[in-house]
């Protein structure tokens, strides 16, 4: 998973050149035949082809993380499909002193050349090998890299340490490889490092040398056919907690050891990481009926990471901040909760990614959309009540907005060059996709869905599949071959659909529901409208008080009408049943007026929908100001969080972009104290012995709303007050104030220009007493010693 990935790989890949399209095998381009079997082709911008394929690793890495630079020994063995003497793969920095081709009892001098910014190399053989297998050698060096990917060097407590981060195109930076998903192959690796540095990758530790100068070459086990971009390393002096092996369970029947991993001295912080992990295994073993992929679990925090997670096969790697939570009992329930949504979407991906992998980046969602549901699912059945059930939900609610805006990105996003790459990880891929195979699953049905999975892991383990590939196993696994066309109509085009339902009751005739789709736009899009989906519309509606009833269709057509099965008029009709479908729906007043009045027939998640939508309304002006406030003291009166804090994202709006007064803003910071006052005062600052998460979750979200929104002068003295004890301490007291408030406390002095103690003064303030220096800037205060890692 990359959950601050996107960021830090579109800069990675921002300004590189334009190249040329075609690769091994491909059209040739602007190349030319200069002599028989020898091509001058033009530099691959994207796919390298199927000329020379890979079928076997063997790397022989020294790493020496206090040095400049690691060097490597590496043999690969390839089929080669296409008579040329030249052949591109990839090498990005790489200093090769030699290279050569063997096949057989012969041996093929070649020259290596970096031929493109985005790591594309050429090999120059001095003449054509005969067709199949060969294998390629490579010995080179080349520079830890800088830019926290490929194999990086981090400094931590004056110790120095290597960590990799390969996804998407960083391999090429460590060795010479076909650095695609296509190529899946078996690797062998040896890594020379210190004797007393630990060194990390995909599988289990088999033989270590004698020392030598002090250094010793440790093998490992062979590993199952993995891409290039899922192989890791990690080495250095790290402490490795050994927790033992999971047990066997109905689904696998062997152990599975599991480790922790961080750097020196950091070793005992991740014992809530390793004990809530077997609760996870366990669930995905028994969602896919397939036993853990691999021979081992490591899970590695990382210091210095750009990307938030990486799912390594074998060597998990993590910011430190989500698996050094220690015993659990000093972090917050937010901490608690994102540790185990983003550790339960990389285990997902060591089944979607990297069992089954995509044959290229144009169907990335089909790792990340798959690891983000099947991640909140796991994790949901592995701690039931702890908020996870509506993850998948939630993140479609949210990216909604980016996805109703005219220059949307679809789904499956083509990838035609090593430019595209970076795009296709984003919003759009993780909670778009994500909430797209929801519904789908919600319209199949739980168990016909689990079995079109199945028999995709089945079809394609340790292999690679296209979005082809999976729609005929869902299809086939479900029995349902109109799932094609519909999900085809979700990945292949952007946007959000808007179904508005007209309710109609004639006398003496059933009840029946006009229906119509196009594309959301808010006010000042500008855009295609006539767009239409085959959208999976299901339907929930009853009696004032009466039986719930639920109806499904499938809305392939600009406009349909259904008859509801009942011959009685609804008292209330809710166009998306348990907000299970990725679109906008739309109602008139009456109908908006209707599910307000008969709130308590409508489950949290159709509440969300049913303000998401009407707030959606609100933006592209089809419902006006009245409609959305009559929503707010409604929802605001739930009992479950989630419902009851979403006004605040509209009220938030309401008052920072649309009111043009003061007064105005004082109108809605008035309204925010009269929704929720009254329930925070119940809550208190302090949590309560007893307190599941969720009240912890809900104070946090009240106290910002009544400190930042309504700037309720008591909510923030209380705050102020107890962020004052907090930082009194030499070592901070977190005794003082609830964890999850400490944010919102700190935001609250910040904002009302008060330093407090000179302790706060890290965030940046500047001490106003303080005399200006000779360039006429005040001093900023010291840090307090405590605070260095928040920075």
Not at 10 to 25: E, S, Y
Not at 599 to 612: G, H, I, K, V, Y
Request: hydrophobic letters at 40%.
């Amino acid at each position: 998973m990359r959950i601050m990935r996107t960021f830090y790989t579109t800069m990675a890949l921002m300004g590189l050149g334009a190249l040329a399209a075609c690769g091994n095998g491909g059209e040739t381009g602007s190349g030319t035949n200069t002599e028989a079997g020898k091509a001058v082709d033009a530099i691959p911008a994207g796919q390298l082809g199927m000329a020379v394929v890979p079928e076997h690793y063997r790397l022989n890495l020294t790493i020496l993380p206090e040095e400049e630079r690691f060097s490597g020994r590496v043999g690969i063995d390839v089929t080669i499909n296409q008579p040329s003497s030249v052949i591109f793969l990839h090498g990005n920095d790489l200093t090769v002193e030699d290279v050569w081709l063997t096949t057989g009892e012969q041996r093929i001098e070649a020259s290596y050349e970096q031929v493109d910014a985005t790591g594309i190399a050429r090999l120059d053989l001095d003449q054509v090998p005969p067709l199949g297998a060969a294998t390629l050698h490579f010995v080179y060096d080349a520079p830890f890299n800088g830019a926290l990917e490929g194999l990086y060097k981090v400094n931590d407590g004056g110790d120095a340490y290597a960590f990799t981060q390969f996804e998407a195109t960083s391999a090429r930076l460590a060795f010479p490889s076909f650095d695609e998903p296509v190529f899946k192959t078996p690797f062998d690796i040896k890594v020379t490092a210190k004797a007393d540095d630990v060194v990390i990758t995909a599988t289990p530790q088999t033989a270590v040398t004698d020392p030598e100068n002090g250094l010793v070459t440790r093998s490992f086990a062979t590993t199952p056919p993995l891409p290039t971009y899922l192989i890791a390393f990690a080495v250095g002096p790290l402490d490795v907690v050994d927790f033992g092996d999971l047990p066997p369970n109905d689904v696998r029947d062997r152990p599975l050891p599991l480790r922790g991993v961080a750097t020196k001295g950091k070793g005992d912080q991740l014992g809530y990481a390793l004990e809530n992990t077997q609760p996870i295994v366990d669930a995905l073993e028994s969602y896919f009926n397939v036993a853990f992929p691999y021979p081992k679990l490591d899970i590695i925090a990382v210091p210095d990471f750009a990307a938030g997670a990486m799912e390594n096969v074998g060597a998990i790697t993590y910011r430190e901040q989500l698996l050094l939570l220690g015993d659990g009992t000093t972090v917050s329930e937010a901490q608690k909760r994102r540790y185990a949504s983003v550790h339960s979407h990389e285990l997902a991906h060591q089944w979607f990614g990297n069992l089954v992998t995509p044959k290229w980046w144009d169907d990335i969602w089909l790792n990340e959309s798959f690891a983000t549901w099947m991640g909140n699912k796991a994790v949901d059945m592995a701690f039931p009540g702890g908020g996870y059930a509506t993850a998948t939900f939630r993140g479609a609610l949210g990216v909604m907005g980016a996805d109703s805006l005219s220059t949307a990105r679809q789904i499956r996003e083509p990838i035609l060059s090593n430019h595209d790459i970076a795009t296709a990880f984003d919003g759009i891929t993780y909670r778009k996709g994500g909430g797209v195979l929801a519904m789908f699953e919600a319209w199949l049905g739980e168990d016909a869905f689990r079995e079109g999975v199945r028999l995709h892991m089945q079809r394609f383990a340790h292999d690679v599949a296209d979005v082809n590939d999976f729609l005929s196993s869902l299809a086939d696994g479900s029995g349902r071959p109109d799932v094609v066309d519909a999900f085809r109509s979700f990945l292949f085009q952007p946007g959000v659909p808007i179904v508005r339902a007209e309710l109609s009751c004639a006398d003496g005739a059933n009840p029946t529901v006009s229906l119509s789709q196009q594309r959301y736009f808010p006010i000042g899009s500008e855009g295609d409208r006539n767009r239409t989906w085959q959208v999976p519309v299901c339907m929930a509606f009853g009696a004032e008080g009466g039986e719930r009833t639920r109806i499904c269709t499938l809305l392939s057509t600009e406009q349909a009408d259904l008859d509801l099965p009942t011959d009685q008029c609804p008292a209330w009709l809710m166009p998306n049943d348990q907000g299970s479908g990725y679109y906008r729906m739309a109602l008139s007043d009456e109908g908006w007026s209707a599910l307000f009045e008969n709130f308590n027939q409508l489950s949290d998640r159709e509440a969300q929908a049913l303000l998401s939508s009407l707030s959606a309304a609100y933006r592209s002006d089809d419902a006006t100001t009245e409609t959305l406030v009559e929503a707010f003291p409604v929802l605001a009166a739930a009992s479950n969080r989630e419902v009851a804090t979403q006004p605040l994202g509209d009220l938030a709006l309401m008052k920072e972009r649309l009111a043009g007064t003061e007064a105005a803003k004082a109108g809605i910071a008035a309204l925010v104290q009269q929704l929720y006052s009254e329930r925070l005062a119940s809550l208190g600052l302090e949590a309560k012995a007893g307190e599941d998460g969720d009240a912890s979750l809900l104070r946090t979200s009240l106290v910002g709303a009544l400190a930042l929104l309504a700037e309720d002068d008591a909510v923030r003295a209380a705050l102020v007050s107890r962020v004052e004890n907090y930082l009194a301490a030499e070592d901070l007291d977190p005794a003082a104030i609830d964890s999850g408030l400490v944010g919102t406390a700190l935001t609250v002095a910040v904002a009302i220009k008060t330093c407090l103690l000179r302790k706060i003064c890290w965030i940046g303030l500047w001490h106003r007493g303080m005399p200006p220096s000779a360039s006429g800037r005040f001093q900023p205060l010291p840090r307090h010693p405590m605070m260095r890692w928040r920075a």
